[in-house]
């Protein structure tokens, strides 16, 4: 049978309509391409906002002396303009990241072929082709989705962005944008970040460092892994080498210079947390999140660093001293063998230095025994170090048991596998590592307020142990019984009533109606009884009895009127019991109160903030001087600050006599040592300090006012007071000096044995002489 045959007309029809129906899609492709990069191109940003635009910058804190002190900031970021970044720096990061930057037009189309070629060759995305203008387009301008649509807006942009823009203005965008790990945005921040310098000041090694770090900011940071710094750093040098900016000494020349990680001291840390907490809520009220963290103000304060830092570092050592009383409460948990890495390398990345910093305590895990020394040994993220018997020895005697596992309930010994705190005591000791000692976190909390009592400025404020782990500001926000610590203000009332240090008021038992149908007797710390006693003993040594019985006899009344008169804000009851302090007050109001006995009588409001200027120096808010205001007599204030002194000459506040100079302070202990209170000035400043629970629970045996409180006080005004000339308290006229019988209160004759000086209000001293001149107590 013979086949049909084809004609070539037919063939050629189909082939016709083949070609028809191709060029009818490609032009629908095409139309429609082009439809929706016009779509595309409407929706986007306009270039204009570039050229105005003021990337966020760091708002900063300053101290009363200059010093930076804090910052406040979403991105960590100093904008510096091109003309001061050196030009190696900036041919270090275009030979890096876009080697024809000053060739192309926004889009490197050379380079596009070139890394698609590559990539294709490995079979995997080895390299982008993204341009500087592309990636200032993309972090600036758009959002960070990927999509294809995404690549198309960038490509536009960064045509427009070179239509608009120099390239100088491009790099300022970028250079001051980028982020560079460690928290740093912009080259300035980074140079600060790794090496403690201004970009100015950066060498050809370090700049090449930088460069290499947009790549992968974290994989390549110096701090965690030097050497693949290293190995990035080579490659920038290679790159600079081959487009003709530096030579191949110079490479190698930088290649060899060795890298010093010496990070800027860093501000916004825990030692200020809670007084820069306290400024950012007033300062977000008033000018806005978007301001304040983005708007690169000048916030000058009253803060003074060096007193601080060693506020903060005072109580931390107090609250550890405290705690390590109450004893060693045994390992945080228990890991199993497996669990051991896992844990190290979470603790190992939340080191953020190159070795263990000396004091800084850290988790470690029990790895090993040295039973003939009784030595542990310890794993602390991917370090290892000792922890001798005698740098755990406050724990008491612990055991060590040599395996995996969590030991009988209540037995506190270490096996394989606990987590306890160590802080170091040497970062690198030979072979065996670091050196270690046992360390707990303190359960106790403590709050520190420190003030001008002429300025009204404050100078320091902490507000607990750890700033990270509770944002209670204790300092401001805490209201608890001031015990003892408020009886100079019953006192005081007491003064200008017309008693005097050496009215006798009788030290025995006493009992009053409790409004409930009982009696309340109150009693002495010591539970015992002196008989009658001065004014000044009874202070001195804070005998509660007396107080109650004055606040009797100066009216309950009189008395909560008067507080307020000082300052306080939070309710006074008016009722005996004030006379012990049972008054719910913070640390922050009874440190203000006893400034205005620093201050001869005189209240001056404290402040925090002087002066916020924005990025360009405008003054947005300045604060006046406070206004002085006398509240109480200068003599009452004076007469009061001598009976003070008392109290740390020879009384419950012994310890505040550390300074060596004139020092007035007391005590205040509530029942149960529940609170233990000091506060305490010298003519220039005052301080108080607050030691107790959270969930209010006993001290324990040293937990009164003078032994956890006071050596708080005593260390940081150690530190404190040493660029403060020593000054006595000045004697009003109003004030007169008379020898006395302190068993009488009376009148005593020169040459009397055991007469002493005692100072009075003129008009209220006494006018009759002692007639039997017997001191029993000498």
């Known amino acids: 049978m013979q086949r049909k045959m084809q004609s070539p007309t037919s063939n050629k029809g189909f082939l016709s309509a083949a070609l028809l129906l191709t060029v009818t899609l490609a032009v629908v492709a095409l139309l429609g391409l082009s439809g929706y990069v016009f779509y595309l191109m409407a929706k986007l940003p306009r270039i204009d906002r570039l050229t105005d635009y003021r990337p966020p910058i760091v708002s900063q804190v300053f101290g009363d002396d200059g010093t930076l002190v804090g910052e406040f900031y979403l991105e960590r970021r100093i904008v510096v303009p091109v003309n001061k970044m050196p030009r190696r720096l900036i041919q270090a990061f275009v030979s890096a990241e876009d080697s024809n930057f000053y060739a192309h037009k926004g889009i490197d189309y050379l380079g596009i072929v070139r890394a698609a070629f590559k990539n294709v060759m490995s079979m995997s995305k080895k390299e982008g082709a993204s341009t500087i203008t592309q990636q200032v387009a993309k972090s600036m301008l758009l959002t960070p989705e990927k999509k294809f649509s995404r690549k198309i807006k960038e490509a536009i942009l960064a045509k427009r962005m070179e239509e608009r823009l120099s390239k100088d203005e491009i790099l300022y965008l970028y250079l001051n944008q980028i982020y560079l790990g460690g928290g740093a945005y912009g080259v300035q921040a980074a140079a600060e970040t790794y090496f403690g310098k201004n970009v100015e000041e950066l060498n050809l090694a370090e ?30 040098l290679d790159r600079m080498t081959a487009e003709g900016y530096i030579t191949p000494a110079e490479a190698d020349h930088a ?76 390992p945080t948990k228990y890991l199993s063998e497996t669990e051991v890495d896992p844990f190290c390398s979470k603790v190992e990345d939340s080191i953020d230095s190159v070795t263990l ?52 309930k209540g037995n506190k010994a270490m096996t394989l596998g606990s987590v306890i705190e160590v802080s170091v005591v040497s970062p690198e000791l030979g072979k065996e590592g670091a050196q270690f000692a046992l360390d707990q976190t303190p359960e106790v909390q403590a709050a520190l307020v420190s003030l001008d009592p002429r300025s009204g400025g404050v100078k320091a404020m902490v507000g607990g142990y750890d700033f990270r782990k509770s944002q209670f500001n204790r300092a401001m926000q805490a209201k608890r019984n001031a015990g003892s610590a408020f009886k100079p203000i019953i006192y005081a009332a007491a003064l200008d009533k017309g008693l005097t240090p050496a009215t006798i008021i009788e030290d025995a038992p006493v009992e009053y109606p409790d409004g409930a149908g009982g009696v309340w007797k109150p009693q002495n710390y010591d539970h015992e009884f002196r008989g009658p006693v001065t004014m000044r003993e009874a202070l001195t040594y804070s005998i509660n009895i007396v107080s109650v019985k004055i606040m009797e006899q100066v009216g309950a009344q009189y008395t909560a009127e008067y507080a307020k008169k ?153 530190k404190a007071v040493t660029s403060l000339p020593a000054e006595d308290f000045a004697a009003p006229e109003n004030v007169s000096f008379i020898l006395i019988n302190p068993r009488t209160g009376k009148l005593a004759k020169d040459g009397t044995p055991g007469a002493v000086m005692e100072c009075f209000i003129k008009g209220t001293e006494p006018t009759e002489y002692d007639k039997t001149n017997l001191f029993d107590l000498f």
């Not at 460092?209 to 992968?216: D, E, R, S």
């Not at 103000?297 to 903060?312: D, E, G, H, P, V």
């Not at 050592?317 to 060693?328: C, I, N, P, T, Y």
């Not at 991917?382 to 740098?391: A, D, P, Q, V, Y």
């Open 566 to 718: 000082l300052g306080f804000t939070s309710p006074i009851p008016a009722n005996l019991a004030l006379a012990l302090g049972a008054a719910s007050i913070s640390p922050f109001e009874l440190t203000s109160a006893y400034a205005v006995f620093a201050n001869s009588g005189v209240l001056t409001p404290p402040y925090f903030i002087t002066k916020v200027t924005d990025t360009d120096g405008t003054i947005l808010q300045e604060t006046p001087p406070p206004v002085p205001v006398p509240v109480i007599p200068p003599e009452t204030a004076y007469v009061i600050t001598n009976l003070m002194q008392s109290v740390v000459s020879s009384g419950t506040g012994h310890r505040a006599s550390i300074l060596g100079r004139p020092v007035a302070g007391k005590t205040g202990t509530t029942n149960g040592a529940k609170d233990a209170w000091f506060v305490g000035y010298i003519p220039q400043l005052v301080t108080g300090v607050w030691v107790g629970y959270d969930q209010e629970r006993s001290l324990g045996s040293a937990g009164t006012g003078g032994q956890a409180a006071a050596p708080i006080w005593g260390n940081f005004m150690q």
């Open 357 to 408: 910093k000396t004091g800084e305590t850290y988790p470690g895990v029990v790895v090993g025994f040295n039973p003939k020394r009784g030595d542990a040994l310890i794993r602390v993220g991917e370090r290892n170090g000792i922890l001798s018997r005698k740098n755990m020895a406050w724990g008491g005697r612990l055991g060590m048991i040599n395996h995996y596992g969590k030991p009988e």
């Open 207 to 236: 700049m090449s460092m930088l460069a290499g770090l947009p790549k992968a900011p974290n994989a390549y940071s110096p701090i965690k892994h030097l050497d693949r710094a290293r190995e990035r750093q080579g490659y920038v």
């Open 255 to 330: 290649r060899k210079t060795p890298i010093v990680l010496q990070p800027m001291k860093k501000v916004n840390t825990e030692q200020a947390a809670y007084f820069l907490e306290h400024l950012r809520i007033q300062l977000e009220q008033k000018y806005g999140e978007e301001q304040l963290y983005k708007g690169g103000l000048k916030i000058y304060t009253t803060m003074n660093a060096s007193m601080q830092r060693a506020a903060y570092d005072s109580l931390r050592k107090g609250l550890k001293e405290v705690d390590k009383r109450q004893g060693f409460r045994g």
